[in-house]
Every structure is written in structure tokens, then in C-alpha cells.
């Protein structure tokens, strides 16, 4: 008689496979759990990253090509103005030299709005803080640096409750900018100059032609008619420049290691090398991110390409062009069968309809993530935060206000005489701005994005905007670090330049 070549599964099969789906769906929980209990602090810091980032690049730009001696600032509400040059009609790669619009900043705590020839518009309701400095000179330094007055500092702190939790997010950026059409003056050179700006005053300006006095760089040259002590507490500034740097360095890598990229080690593991294309290429990138170092002494040259400033900047680029990729198809999405404004259009009141549009998407997008921190929130944490009055609420909830909030806002900003033509002026601008993105938020449908069939790019998508805002935070904070190693080195150069003098005489 044949005997069948029968397989049943034994007890001990059914004992490891057990095991092995428990380890399988143990370390996926584990995975999810972390991801949930980040989800909050990482949106919250990209709100603020993001405003942060936008307040800094208009306020630069603005700066950059404002004209000498018009620059005032006020507190109590603290205030900006000054006259700006603006783009020549004839030419839009040059300033105009007599074509100029009045700009104002008005901070309302946490409101920072700028007005100017375009109208006025809220840059950010995330701000904690902004101070305005400029060097004070001594008598000697008016005779001989009076240049030195056309810089201005700006210490930026944003602070937002992170979803669910009591917990301050905070964030702060500290910039230096330099009055171009000041310092040629004041430093008695060719003020045409001002005028070959380009386009920079519609973006960051922050090129490499910059003087070293922009950038803030020591000379051994200049530093050698120092005295020992002054060289020594320039050196030592240089010591709490490079720890602080090195903290914020590391913060910065803890925040990337807990951004999700949506790829995970099963992916490959089970459904081969090729799977979840999207979030292994944004991993890549984190996980490169998070290397770049930046030794303490003997870096690379400035300009190499190999110092980890510039490395970083590779990464903000590859990253940049991967949000970008992703973006226009995405906000397509988001606004299908409706007016979709063209941010290159050559029409004023269109871009800036494109400009509140893509504001709208973003704020959308932020919401969405924050619904879902709290949609994640065990039934007793979200109680506790309701009956503590702290559970989150949405950006455009804290964005949209009744007329008569507006009016408060703007009678209390100094704007305008209380009752005047053009405080009510202001109001009836400031509530059709709010009207016009409210609208453009509403008619914004994210839905697709949870009934989409691929889920990894929609999740890549999200790390990928969270990386470049982290890397773009990194990569100016070793820039620091570089600098004042750089500024280490003129130093010890300096030293050595006093001795060659001393040994020469």
C-alpha cells in the first residue's frame, strides 16, 4: 500500500508563526505609537518654521533695498518703517533709482502684519517676540566704521501650544541685515551698486558676492591692532558661538530622526527592494541629513562644497525639488473644479490671489494633521484637554475673527486714528483679506488624500516639507559654527601678525 505525502502544520509551525507575526505587528505598533506621539510636536514646529521663515525672508528683502536715512523703529506697539526701492518697470532685474513705496511693520502680539503699496497682509499670529537692534558705535568707530550703523539685527521667537499637551513649542531665529543703500553711502562708495540688486528684493537675498562685513567675518588684517584682551574676548565669543551652535545642531538632529517618512523596514522585507519608492528616497535624505557633522577645527574651504553647510544645502535643494515635484499636483487636487490663481502671472491682484490661495492649502494641510493628533488622542487625554481649555484648535479657527475683533486689532495697532476714514479703511481690507482665504480654505478638499491608493507619496510628501524646514534650520546654524571657527583662525592669525610687527620693529 502507497503512503500519501500528506503536510499538515504542526503545533510547533503554529507556535513560531505566532511568534513571528507577533514580533512582525509588536514592532509595527511600536513604530506607530512613536509616530503618534510626535505627530503633534512636529507639526507644531513646522507651522512655526514655516512662519518663522516666511516673516524673515519678507522683512529681509525689504531691507535689503531700503533707502538710507528713512529707517525708524517705535515700541509699545513696536513698529517699523522706512522707504523702499522697488522693481524698475523698464528693467526687472534692476531697483529702480527713483521709484520708491512706504513699507510698515505694526507687531500686535502674536500678530505681525506689513503694509505697503500692495495693501497689507498678516505675515504670521505665531509671534511671541521680534527685536529690532542696531549697533551702537563709539565716538572713535563714527569717525572711522560710521558703515557699521546700516546693519540691523532681527531676533525672531515664535512659541505655539503643541496639539493635546500644556507643552510651548518655541523656535527662534536670529538674522543681520545690512541697509545696502546706507552702507555704500555712509561707506562713500558707488551707490549705483544698490541698484544692480536683481530681483533679490522679491526673495532672500543672501549671496555669495556679500562683503565679508555682511556675514559678520573677522580679517586678521583688521584685528591686529588689537590688544591681547580685546583678541581674547573675541575669541571667547567665538567659544559661545560654537557650543550654542553645537546644541542647536543636536536638537535639530533629534527633530529629523522623528519625522516618518512613511517607508518602513517591512516594506522591503515583504514586497521587495522597489517597494515604497517615494518614502526610501525622502529617508535617504533624512538619514544624510542627520550625518552631515561639522568637526570643531581644520574644516574644509569655504566654497569647496565639502563643509557641511554646503552639504546641508545639497540636501535643502534635493528636498526642495521633491516638495516641489509633488506640490503643484497636489494643490491641483486640492482646489479640482475650482479657480486655480497662477502665482507667475504678471497681474498684481492675481499673484496675490495665488499668494493666499497656496496660504489656504498650507493652513489646510497643517489642519489636517492637526484633526488627526487629536482624532489619536485616548478618550481620557482629550477630556483632560478639554476641561484644561487646551486642546488644539485649528490654524484658520485662530485666523478667522469677527469685524469687530479686526477693528479692535487695528484701533489698538496705532494704524490709524480711531474712527477715521482710513481706520475703517483698514478694517474693510483686513476683513475681505480674511473673507478671500477663508473662502479659498473651505472650497480646499484634502479628502482624496485619505481615499488615495497611494498613501506613501501623500506621506512622503509630509516628511518631505518637514525636512526641508529642519534643514534649512541646520544648515544656518552651521553656518555659524563654520563662522566662528573661521573667526578662530584670523584670530591665531592675528596673533601672529602682531608678532611679525613686533619682531619687524
Not at 502680539?109 to 497689507?120: F, N, T
Not at 479659498?440 to 491608493?453: G, H, I, P, R, V
Not at 541646520?474 to 613686533?502: F, G, Q, S
Request: charged share 35%; aromatic share 6%.
Amino acid at each position: 500500500m502507497t503512503r500519501k505525502n500528506t503536510r499538515g502544520i504542526t503545533l510547533v509551525e503554529l507556535i513560531v508563526s505566532a511568534v513571528l507575526a507577533s514580533m512582525v505587528l509588536g514592532g509595527a505598533m511600536g513604530i506607530w505609537s512613536c509616530t503618534r506621539r510626535n505627530l503633534a510636536r512636529t507639526t507644531t514646529r513646522q507651522i512655526l518654521q514655516q512662519d518663522a521663515s516666511r516673516v524673515l525672508t519678507q522683512l529681509r528683502a525689504d531691507l535689503k533695498a531700503a533707502k538710507s536715512e528713512t529707517f525708524t523703529a517705535s515700541e509699545d506697539p513696536m513698529t517699523l518703517e522706512f522707504t523702499r526701492y522697488v522693481v524698475d518697470d523698464a528693467d526687472n532685474t534692476k531697483l529702480s533709482a527713483d521709484k520708491t513705496e512706504q513699507v510698515k511693520y505694526v507687531f500686535n502680539k502674536p500678530i505681525l502684519r506689513r503694509i505697503g503699496a500692495a495693501g497689507r497682509k498678516s505675515l504670521s499670529n505665531k509671534i511671541d517676540s521680534i527685536r529690532i537692534s542696531r549697533k551702537k558705535l563709539s565716538e572713535s568707530q563714527k569717525e572711522n566704521e560710521s558703515y557699521l550703523e546700516s546693519k540691523v539685527d532681527v531676533a525672531l521667537e515664535m512659541g505655539g501650544i503643541v496639539p493635546g499637551t500644556t507643552i510651548e513649542e518655541k523656535y527662534t531665529q536670529h538674522t543681520s541685515v545690512v541697509i545696502r543703500d546706507e552702507f555704500y553711502k555712509l561707506a562713500n562708495k558707488e551707490r549705483e551698486e544698490v541698484f544692480e540688486i536683481a530681483k533679490e528684493v522679491a526673495e532672500e537675498i543672501s549671496k555669495p558676492a556679500d562683503s565679508s562685513f555682511f556675514n559678520d567675518e573677522l580679517n586678521a588684517e583688521s584685528l591686529k591692532d588689537l590688544t591681547e584682551a580685546q583678541l581674547k574676548d573675541l575669541e571667547k565669543t567665538q567659544n559661545v558661538n560654537m557650543t550654542d551652535a553645537q546644541k542647536g545642531v543636536k536638537e535639530i538632529d533629534d527633530r529629523i530622526d522623528n519625522v516618518d517618512t512613511g517607508k518602513k523596514w517591512w516594506q522591503g522585507f515583504f514586497f521587495g527592494l522597489g517597494a515604497n519608492e517615494e518614502g526610501a528616497d525622502v529617508e535617504g535624505l533624512r538619514d544624510k541629513l542627520h550625518d552631515i557633522k561639522c568637526a570643531d577645527s581644520n574644516i574644509p574651504a569655504k566654497g569647496s562644497g565639502n563643509r557641511a553647510s554646503e552639504k546641508t544645502d545639497k540636501i535643502v535643494a534635493e528636498l526642495d525639488a521633491k516638495v516641489k515635484a509633488l506640490d503643484k499636483e497636489f494643490i491641483t487636487e486640492a482646489f479640482k473644479g475650482k479657480t486655480l490663481y497662477d502665482e507667475k502671472s504678471t497681474d498684481a491682484s492675481v499673484q496675490r490671489k495665488a499668494e493666499q490661495q497656496r496660504r489656504a492649502y498650507d493652513m489646510k494641510v497643517m489642519d489636517r494633521q492637526i484633526e488627526k493628533a487629536v482624532s489619536e488622542m485616548s478618550e481620557e487625554d482629550r477630556k483632560k484637554a478639554q476641561d484644561a481649555k487646551e486642546l488644539p484648535t485649528t490654524m484658520i479657527s485662530q485666523f478667522v475673527r469677527t469685524e469687530a475683533e479686526i477693528r479692535k486689532e487695528v484701533e489698538s495697532s496705532g494704524l490709524a486714528a480711531v474712527g477715521s476714514k482710513e481706520c475703517e479703511e483698514l478694517v474693510a481690507r483686513e476683513v475681505s483679506e480674511m473673507n478671500f482665504l477663508k473662502s479659498q480654505y473651505d472650497s480646499c478638499d484634502l479628502a482624496w488624500m485619505e481615499t488615495s491608493d497611494d498613501q506613501n507619496k501623500i506621506k512622503a510628501y509630509d516628511a518631505a516639507k518637514q525636512l526641508k524646514n529642519l534643514a534649512d534650520s541646520k544648515k544656518e546654524t552651521l553656518v555659524l559654527k563654520e563662522m566662528a571657527i573661521d573667526n578662530k583662525v584670523e584670530i591665531a592669525r592675528a596673533r601672529e601678525l602682531k608678532k611679525e610687527n613686533l619682531t619687524g620693529s
